[in-house]
């Protein structure tokens, strides 16, 4: 009888710092620090940084004294550069498996199956290396039968040096002495308020949850739970999704880089989003059938406060910019209130289907022109940078546009950038 598959997941190693020591050696050893859009909160720590005790999501103007004191490097963060560099390691780890999941930015799950032969950690420790070479991204890999334990293993490699970076839980005496040394809060699923429920049942090992009645799970009301329970035992229950699901939702939000206080820059602003919006829909072969917009100011400050936002129908369903715009200004238009101090602005798409998919009536206009000039327009900004072309109700001067004070060049995918070798 064949045994369990072994599942894999890679995971790269503080990937947004990583990325920019790749292309700046002399970040090596030196503590990093990657913020959020707008420059606002800690997203990313070298390991120099945690040991500062600077926490995710600490607001970076209460880092100051910090940053000054302890010489921390300070980036902005380049989503372009993560993204390629994102790419490059999916491209490496192709060939170590011919089913994978991406499962974010920076850590991909992995089919094991069909090396009956292959001494795992090896194979980990080689994958790892081709990573290492091609891309220069440090990662760690946990193994595992089900996708909660090759989780749970990953964070164990990453965290007890023992294991050297490949942590393999396929043995059950191995699985159980780790499960018995692994905090029930630091289980892929369980949060807080889980935790606290367990806790009571004076669970708090991962060993102690996987011994837990999955009937009692049940009774807890949650049906997550019970199947973690299950991964836990070794049984699979989440399947590894080597097709990404069809989206269900969309947004595009961002931070003010200064207080918006008139209507026309907020009507550029969630144009801007719709547009971004619009271009992201149909990377993706998608029409949307609702649309909202909000803005609102800043609940950490003392001025007077206002949260906006309004929902409108599409009709047809539509991935057209010029469309998203329209609808999107009329909800600015419908919420705007006078007098507050805006900080953040967004567009949410939902109601997402395939565009061939999309319910049709009679009256619907023909649209192939208008689909060939967004085509054009994707093309050009594709080639030559996002905003070469754009419509107009998206604004030129963009005064509100976010800060991204230390932003690093993106090395891989604009020629300007690259880097430049002299000897």
């Known amino acids: 009888m064949a045994g369990p598959t072994p599942i894999a997941l890679i995971d790269c190693n503080n990937f947004y710092v990583s990325c920019e020591r790749v292309f700046n050696p002399r970040l090596e050893g030196v503590p990093v620090l990657v913020l959020s859009n707008n420059d606002g909160c800690a997203i990313a720590r070298s390991n120099e940084v945690k040991a500062l005790g600077i926490k995710m999501g600490d607001p970076a103007f209460k880092l100051r004294p910090l940053i000054e004191k302890h010489g921390i490097r300070v980036f902005s963060s380049n989503y372009v550069l993560y993204g390629d560099m994102s790419r490059?390691?999916?491209?490496?780890?192709?060939?170590?498996?011919?089913?994978?999941?991406?499962?974010?930015?920076?850590?991909?799950?992995?089919?094991?199956?069909?090396?009956?032969?292959?001494?795992?950690?090896?194979?980990?420790?080689?994958?790892?290396?081709?990573?290492?070479?091609?891309?220069?991204?440090?990662?760690c890999v946990g193994i595992g039968p089900t996708k909660t334990l090759a989780k749970l293993a990953n964070v164990v490699a990453k965290k007890n040096p023992t294991f050297g970076a490949v942590c393999d839980l396929m043995e059950e005496s191995v699985r159980t002495a780790v499960l018995r040394a692994f905090e029930v809060s630091d289980i892929w699923g369980i949060g807080r308020a889980t935790t606290t429920k367990l806790a009571g049942l004076g669970i708090t090992t991962a060993a102690q949850l996987r011994d837990l009645s999955p009937k009692q799970a049940r009774s807890m009301g949650t049906v997550v739970l019970e199947r973690t329970i299950m991964e836990l035992r070794g049984l699979p229950c989440l399947a590894l999704e080597d097709v990404a699901p069809q989206r269900k939702g969309m947004a595009c939000t961002r931070s003010f880089g200064r207080v918006v206080t008139s209507k026309a820059e907020m009507l550029e602003a969630v144009a801007s989003h719709a547009s971004r919006a619009g271009e992201k829909l149909r990377q993706h072969g998608l029409v949307a059938g609702k649309l909202t917009a909000f803005f609102h100011t800043s609940p950490h400050r003392d001025y007077p406060q206002h949260h906006a936002s309004r929902v409108t129908r599409l009709f047809p369903m539509s991935s057209d910019t010029p469309a998203l715009i329209t609808a999107a200004s009329r909800c600015v238009e419908a919420a705007w209130r006078q007098g507050f101090r805006y900080v953040k602005a967004g567009v949410l798409l939902d109601d997402l289907c395939r565009a061939e998919d999309a319910p049709r009536t009679l009256f619907d206009a023909p649209t192939e022109r208008e689909a060939k000039c967004m085509a054009t327009m994707d093309s050009l900004n594709a080639r030559f940078g996002r905003g070469t072309v754009s419509l107009a109700a998206t604004g030129i001067e963009k005064g509100w546009k976010l800060r991204a004070e230390h932003h690093s060049p993106c090395y891989t995918t604009r020629l300007a950038e690259v880097p430049v070798v002299r000897a």
Not at 96 to 104: A, L, R
Not at 111 to 121: A, E, K, S, Y
Request: proline share 6%.
């Open 88 to 139: 490059r390691v999916q491209e490496a780890l192709g060939q170590f498996s011919p089913e994978t999941e991406c499962y974010s930015i920076d850590e991909t799950f992995m089919d094991f199956g069909g090396f009956p032969h292959v001494d795992l950690w090896a194979y980990g420790q080689e994958m790892r290396g081709t990573v290492q070479k091609w891309t220069g991204i440090p990662t």
